[in-house]
């Protein structure tokens, strides 16, 4: 089937403004897991979902940072008031559920902020 | 505290030769180790994984060796070619039974000359 697909696959925004980045799982897997990567960079884990619900929230940077699931799908990861040092590319990744190590990425959204 | 680091930034190869890119990891509860590569502008691509009660697992032309005496990992791609060019990225998951963050170093950059 499909792999993870993520939306905008780019984004520029100006400084201060809110955005929203889409991640759709792979059907089936129950664990979602969003992860930054600065230019240059390794990933830094931001937030993990089991189902709808996140049971770890602790990579989130600041509270302009949040994220939902819904209907154990699609991911939203919400910024708010972006600032440039959060210019980066945002990757999503799911696994089959929460016992199952093996993480398969999307393509990512390369945030720009000006 | 915990960290997964790599050994060399860049790697130059010369296409048909071996490549080896290693790793060193700090957590000691660590058990399940993951290779990725990642391409310019894509998310990563899952290579191939150890669990820490295998010293050594094959696939595809790649090979993962695991020393948990010196807490190293280390990544073995046979005949090179230039389509392995790519940025190699090793993780880790500390806790057993999946669920949690993956911890990654921060990557070497494999150039494949022809």
């Known amino acids: 089937g499909a792999g993870v697909s993520q939306s905008p696959s780019n984004k520029v925004t100006e400084k201060g403004k809110d955005v929203e980045l889409r991640c759709d799982p792979i059907?089936?897997?129950?664990?979602l897991y969003w992860y930054r990567q600065r230019l240059g960079q390794g990933l830094e884990f931001l937030i993990y979902?089991?189902?709808?619900?996140?049971?770890?929230k602790s990579g989130l940077p600041s509270d302009r940072f949040s994220a939902e699931r819904t209907g154990e799908s699609v991911s939203t990861l919400t910024i708010q008031r972006t600032q440039q040092e959060d210019s980066a590319v945002y990757l999503c990744?799911?696994?089959?559920?929460?016992?199952?190590?093996?993480?398969?990425f999307g393509p990512g959204t390369r945030l720009t902020v000006l | 505290g915990e960290s997964v680091g790599l050994h060399l930034p860049t790697l130059s190869v010369q296409e048909g030769d071996n490549s080896i890119i290693n790793c060193a990891y700090s957590?000691?509860?660590?058990?399940?180790f993951i290779w990725y590569k990642q391409e310019s502008g894509k998310g990563p691509q899952f290579i191939i994984d150890i669990r820490s009660n295998m010293d050594k697992r094959q696939g595809q032309r790649v090979t993962v060796l695991l020393n948990k005496t010196v807490k190293h990992l280390s990544l073995q791609i046979a005949a090179t070619q230039p389509g392995d060019s790519a940025v190699y990225f090793c993780?880790?998951?500390?806790?057993?039974?999946?669920?949690?963050?993956?911890?990654f170093g921060t990557g070497t950059q494999l150039k494949v000359e022809l």
């Open positions: 979902f089991q189902g709808n619900s996140a049971p770890d």
């Open positions: 059907s089936g897997h129950t664990a």
């Open positions: 990744a799911s696994s089959l559920d929460g016992n199952t190590d093996t993480q398969y």
């Open positions: 957590n000691s509860a660590s058990d399940y």
């Open positions: 993780a880790e998951n500390g806790v057993t039974g999946g669920g949690n963050k993956l911890t």
